[in-house]
Each structure stands twice: as C-alpha cells, then as structure tokens.
T-cell receptor
Framework: ETGVTQSPTHLIKTRGQQVTLRCSSQ?????VSWYQQALGQGPQFIFQ???????GRGNFPPRFSGLQFPNYSSELNVNALELDDSALYLC???????????FGPGTRLTVT | DQQVKQNSPSLSVQEGRISILNCDYT??????FLWYKKYPAEGPTFLIS?????DKNEDGRFTVFLNKSAKHLSLHIVPSQPGDSAVYFC??????????FGTGTSLTVIP
C-alpha cells in the first residue's frame, strides 16, 4: 500500500511569486485535505477535496487554491506569496474520518 | 482563537510508566477526535480516534478517553517506550472534514 507522497520536499520562493505543491493520495483514498503548519503550531486546515470538488475551506484567503484530479491526487496553489506563508504544507488523504487522516511528509516552503 | 488546546508543551516519563497527554477544546459541536504523533521531518502519524458517542477507545498500548461535559480528552500510553518520544497532537472536528489541531505536546520517554 503506497502512502501519501508530496513534492517537492523543500522550496524557496520570493515574495510575490506563485507556487504549486503536489500530493499523491494513499491508494483508495478519495478525499484529500491540505494543512499549513507554522513553526511551533499545530496544522491549520486550508481546504479539503472530495471527488474533485472542494468540500470545506478554512480561514485562508482566495490566493490559496487547489485542485483534485480523477486519480485523487491534488495540487495546492498559492499566489502572491507573502513572508507569513513560510511554513510546512501537509497533505492528508482519508477514506473515513475514524481511520484518520494519513499525512504525507510535507513540503517546507520558505518565502524570502 | 484556539479551539483545541494542549496546555502542556512537554512531558517526560520513565520507560515502562504511563504517559498521559491532555487536550481541551472549546467548541461543544465537536464530535470527532483524533490523536497523532509526529517525528521530526515526518508528517503526523495517526494513532487513534474517538467519536462523541463513546467515552473510551483502546488500541494496544494507546487508550483515548473523552469527557464531553468537561470538553476534555486524554491519551494514555501504557507502557511507555523510548520510541514513543515524539510530539503528540490532538485534533477535533464537528463534520469529519475540517479538523482543528492543538499546538502539540512533546513527549520524552527516558530509558
């Protein structure tokens, strides 16, 4: 069983640029969630996709957008990067809530 | 506004003893609760879940207790092992999709 994978592992961008992060969900999982984890904090919910439709969104501005593809993989796009966007971005796939969200290793984004 | 709180940033326990990690929440609508552990440079790993219709769930060395009236849950690890040393997060949701996480408790199990 293949786990959740994310790419790239690390990324450095300049303020104002755009970035795309990618996630492959665990085999059979049709739901993907994205979380942002700042240093010393717990993960914060960005949004969730279920069968290619957005299925919930946290308190993040519209410059954070996403996609889910027919194979359930997903992208997180962030436009007009700000210094505060520097964080670990975690993707998690799931089937049912009680089996938990299965997280990938994350993408460490640094905005300078 | 932090809806899920883990008030103990760190905890040290001797190997073989019980580790108790605590979590409080403010939203009475939360019905779904998860515990995770996280090692450095890895994503969080799911440990155990509980819904509001239960007050206890057990999986091997891990037991989660839920006290809805107190809006409190705890994770018990018995016996604690050095490999359990990690940061532990609790998370809660009311619909099963948007989980709110605490800030984590760093557990150190001393051999």
């Amino acid at each position: 069983e293949t786990g959740v994978t994310q790419s790239p592992t690390h990324l450095i961008k300049t303020r104002g640029q755009q970035v795309t992060l990618r996630c492959s969900s665990q085999s059979g999982h049709n739901t993907v969630s994205w979380y942002q984890q700042a240093l010393g904090q717990g993960p914060q919910f960005i949004f969730q996709y279920y069968r290619e439709e957005e299925n919930g969104r946290g308190n993040f501005p519209p410059r954070f957008s996403g996609l889910q593809f027919p194979n359930y993989s997903s992208e997180l796009n962030v436009n007009a990067l700000e210094l505060d966007d520097s964080a670990l971005y975690l993707c998690a796939s799931s089937l049912t809530w009680d089996r938990g969200l299965h997280f990938g290793p994350g993408t460490r984004l640094t905005v300078t | 506004d932090q809806q899920v709180k883990q008030n103990s940033p760190s905890l040290s326990v001797q190997e073989g003893r019980i580790s108790i990690l605590n979590c409080d929440y403010t939203n009475s609508m939360f019905d779904y609760f998860l515990w995770y552990k996280k090692y450095p440079a890895e994503g969080p790993t799911f440990l155990i879940s509980i819904s509001s219709i239960k007050d206890k769930n057990e999986d091997g060395r891990f037991t989660v207790f839920l006290n809805k009236s107190a809006k409190h849950l705890s994770l018990h690890i018995v016996p604690s092992q050095p490999g359990d040393s990690a940061v532990y997060f609790c998370a809660a949701a009311n619909t099963g999709n948007q989980f709110y996480f605490g800030t984590g408790t760093s557990l150190t199990v001393i051999p």
